[in-house]
């Protein structure tokens, strides 16, 4: 007679292997690992270390920043009708009623006025524009001014550079589509820029108007480069930066245990997520309340545009105010040429001028990296402002060239303000763009070597204590003590000078990371 062996039964998906009933967090982290690659691709990622300093946190302000101004952005789009005919206001701000507009100015007043919380989700979009535009600058600022972009980080520093150029396109789409007389000003100059263009300057405005400025076209066109073109462009940039920016781990400060082969920080999951969710809450709560109490853009105070006007004192937003400084301090120079006219005057600053500038910024980590001989060695420690006298010193003249012009393109709100001459301010302000940039440059370079010699004095003797001795020799001596505290990146012993002309550090720092990773 055969005999059988019951085997035992296997456990259900609610028992463990031991016998114990699993919990439903742990049952749907087992489904969703037999479908996807749960455990084993997320894993390194749930562990990745973000290093925690406050300068890290820029990039992540203006991704919750790109965040809610695609949220905002949504609902806005419900009741804005990007339309050019005209149309008679009859809404409920009573100065303009029987005034004849255009369909997008009516219905921007519209959300403004008529729709339950419409004046606080545009003004929370317009100022999550505007932090989104400062908080890519200054994170741009901070990798420039640590190095961050050196090898192999290079890429990320051009998409991020390219972030930033389209953030100030989209920003200038959105400011235009209210077809207000503050945006319509801002257009009828960006037309006679397209103008100044030789030889295709008038086809290109005829393409980008459809017809004789300002026609009937530019507002729909903007608006689906607006709500389309470049949010998708920009969403699918910060993508690929994102993915780069985990896959060559993030650049950390020196200090005991950081190297170029590793990086010291919080875990991705949990810490880190914890803390940049409590940011984007923090970053929406304060966009919420500059929406709420800071009034910015109110159109209804322009009006309509007319193609006949042109708005007191206007100002565009600071991030495009570099452009109308550059054109205000340019001389009125034209050049006529077998019966064409180039407007140099328009031409250098608004299309030269910027192109250059950009040219130079996408250029720069390469040059830099050929000068200093690092384009062969991978680069994970962040450099100290200090520590590259010419670098800090060519940033440092650079905002400085920034501020020149941003301050020229508000030169006649500063001259009533002030009661000062506007010819003699726009005079100063054309010298001061080529000199102050070149003095700012020499006195950075020299403090950062004032700094380095500061503090190499400092590591070799201590601390002063404030004590003071007599020696045996009669003299007077102070006391000092070996120094204890270090802030972030700081060295823990003294290093050497660095090389004038680059500004290339010792090479008593870390050896640089092999490689391969």
Request: proline share 7%; with cysteine; glycine share 10%.
């Given at each position: 007679?055969?005999?059988?062996?019951?085997?035992?039964?296997?456990?259900?998906?609610?028992?463990?292997?031991?016998?114990?009933?699993?919990?439903?967090?742990?049952?749907?982290?087992?489904?969703?690992?037999?479908?996807?690659?749960?455990?084993?691709?997320?894993?390194?990622?749930?562990?990745?270390?973000?290093?925690?300093?406050?300068?890290?946190?820029?990039?992540?302000?203006?991704?919750?920043?790109l965040i809610v101004l695609v949220l905002t952005?949504?609902?806005?789009?419900?009741?804005?009708?990007?339309?050019?005919?005209?149309?008679?206001?009859?809404?409920?701000?009573?100065?303009?009623?029987?005034?004849?507009?255009?369909?997008?100015?009516?219905?921007?007043?519209?959300?403004?006025?008529?729709?339950?919380?419409?004046?606080?989700?545009?003004?929370?979009?317009?100022?999550?524009?505007?932090?989104?535009?400062?908080?890519?600058?200054?994170?741009?600022?901070?990798?420039?001014?640590?190095?961050?972009?050196?090898?192999?980080?290079?890429?990320?520093?051009?998409?991020?550079?390219?972030?930033?150029?389209?953030?100030?396109?989209?920003?200038?789409?959105?400011?235009?589509?209210?077809?207000?007389?503050?945006?319509?000003?801002?257009?009828?100059?960006?037309?006679?820029?397209?103008?100044?263009?030789?030889?295709?300057?008038?086809?290109?405005?005829?393409?980008?108007?459809?017809?004789?400025?300002?026609?009937?076209?530019?507002?729909?066109?903007?608006?689906?480069?607006?709500?389309?073109?470049?949010?998708?462009?920009?969403?699918?940039?910060?993508?690929?930066?994102?993915?780069?920016?985990?896959?060559?781990?993030?650049?950390?400060?020196?200090?005991?245990?950081?190297?170029?082969?590793?990086?010291?920080?919080?875990?991705?999951?949990?810490?880190?997520?914890?803390?940049?969710?409590?940011?984007?809450?923090?970053?929406?709560?304060?966009?919420?309340?500059?929406?709420?109490?800071?009034?910015?853009?109110?159109?209804?105070?322009?009006?309509?545009?007319?193609?006949?006007q042109a708005s007191t004192g206007s100002q565009?937003?600071?991030?495009?105010?570099?452009?109308?400084?550059?054109?205000?301090?340019?001389?009125?120079?034209?050049?006529?040429?077998?019966?064409?006219?180039?407007?140099?005057?328009?031409?250098?600053?608004?299309?030269?001028?910027?192109?250059?500038?950009?040219?130079?910024?996408?250029?720069?980590?390469?040059?830099?990296?050929?000068?200093?001989?690092?384009?062969?060695?991978?680069?994970?420690?962040?450099?100290?402002?200090?520590?590259?006298?010419?670098?800090?010193?060519?940033?440092?003249?650079?905002?400085?060239?920034?501020?020149?012009?941003?301050?020229?393109?508000?030169?006649?709100?500063?001259?009533?303000?002030?009661?000062?001459?506007?010819?003699?301010?726009?005079?100063?302000?054309?010298?001061?763009?080529?000199?102050?940039?070149?003095?700012?440059?020499?006195?950075?370079?020299?403090?950062?070597?004032?700094?380095?010699?500061?503090?190499?004095?400092?590591?070799?003797?201590?601390?002063?204590?404030?004590?003071?001795?007599?020696?045996?020799?009669?003299?007077?001596?102070?006391?000092?003590?070996?120094?204890?505290?270090?802030?972030?990146?700081?060295?823990?012993?003294?290093?050497?000078?660095?090389?004038?002309?680059?500004?290339?550090?010792?090479?008593?720092?870390?050896e640089p990371a092999p490689r391969s990773r």
């Open positions: 007679m055969r005999t059988t062996r019951r085997r035992p039964a296997p456990p259900s998906s609610a028992q463990r292997a031991d016998g114990r009933v699993r919990r439903p967090g742990e049952r749907l982290a087992d489904a969703a690992d037999g479908r996807l690659p749960v455990l084993d691709g997320g894993g390194r990622i749930l562990r990745k270390a973000f290093p925690d300093h406050w300068s890290f946190l820029l990039g992540e302000i203006a991704l919750y920043s952005g949504v609902w806005l789009t419900f009741f804005f009708r990007p339309e050019m005919r005209e149309v008679v206001y009859q809404g409920q701000y009573v100065p303009l009623r029987g005034v004849r507009m255009s369909a997008a100015f009516d219905s921007t007043l519209h959300i403004s006025f008529d729709v339950r919380g419409g004046l606080l989700v545009r003004q929370t979009h317009h100022w999550a524009a505007l932090v989104f535009v400062a908080a890519i600058g200054l994170h741009l600022l901070r990798i420039f001014f640590t190095g961050a972009f050196r090898r192999p980080r290079e890429v990320n520093w051009v998409i991020g550079l390219t972030l930033f150029v389209l953030a100030l396109a989209e920003g200038f789409a959105g400011y235009s589509l209210p077809d207000d007389l503050l945006s319509g000003t801002g257009l009828r100059i960006a037309q006679g820029i397209m103008l100044s263009i030789p030889v295709v300057g008038t086809y290109v405005s005829m393409f980008v108007f459809g017809a004789e400025y300002p026609g009937e076209d530019i507002v729909p066109r903007l608006y689906g480069m607006h709500i389309l073109l470049l949010p998708g462009a920009l969403i699918a940039l910060v993508t690929v930066h994102l993915i780069l920016v985990f896959h060559l781990k993030h650049t950390q400060w020196r200090g005991p245990g950081h190297s170029n082969r590793n990086a010291v920080g919080k875990p991705f999951h949990p810490q880190f997520m914890a803390s940049s969710g409590g940011l984007f809450l923090m970053v929406f709560g304060v966009l919420a309340l500059l929406g709420g109490v800071a009034q910015v853009n109110p159109v209804w105070v322009y009006g309509p545009y007319r193609p006949d565009p937003d600071w991030y495009v105010g570099f452009l109308e400084g550059a054109l205000r301090l340019v001389p009125p120079w034209e050049t006529t040429l077998a019966g064409h006219t180039l407007m140099w005057n328009v031409l250098l600053p608004a299309v030269v001028l910027p192109a250059l500038l950009f040219l130079v910024l996408y250029l720069y980590p390469f040059v830099e990296q050929r000068l200093t001989g690092e384009r062969s060695q991978e680069q994970h420690l962040c450099d100290r402002p200090r520590e590259r006298p010419v670098r800090t010193g060519l940033g440092a003249a650079g905002i400085t060239f920034y501020g020149v012009l941003l301050l020229a393109g508000g030169n006649d709100v500063v001259a009533q303000t002030f009661r000062i001459s506007l010819n003699t301010l726009t005079w100063v302000l054309r010298i001061a763009l080529v000199v102050a940039p070149v003095l700012v440059f020499l006195l950075t370079r020299r403090l950062c070597h004032a700094l380095l010699d500061a503090e190499r004095e400092t590591l070799e003797e201590g601390e002063e204590t404030g004590e003071v001795r007599q020696n045996v020799a009669g003299g007077y001596e102070s006391g000092h003590r070996p120094v204890d505290h270090f802030r972030p990146g700081a060295p823990r012993v003294p290093i050497s000078s660095a090389d004038g002309r680059t500004g290339t550090p010792s090479r008593e720092h870390p």
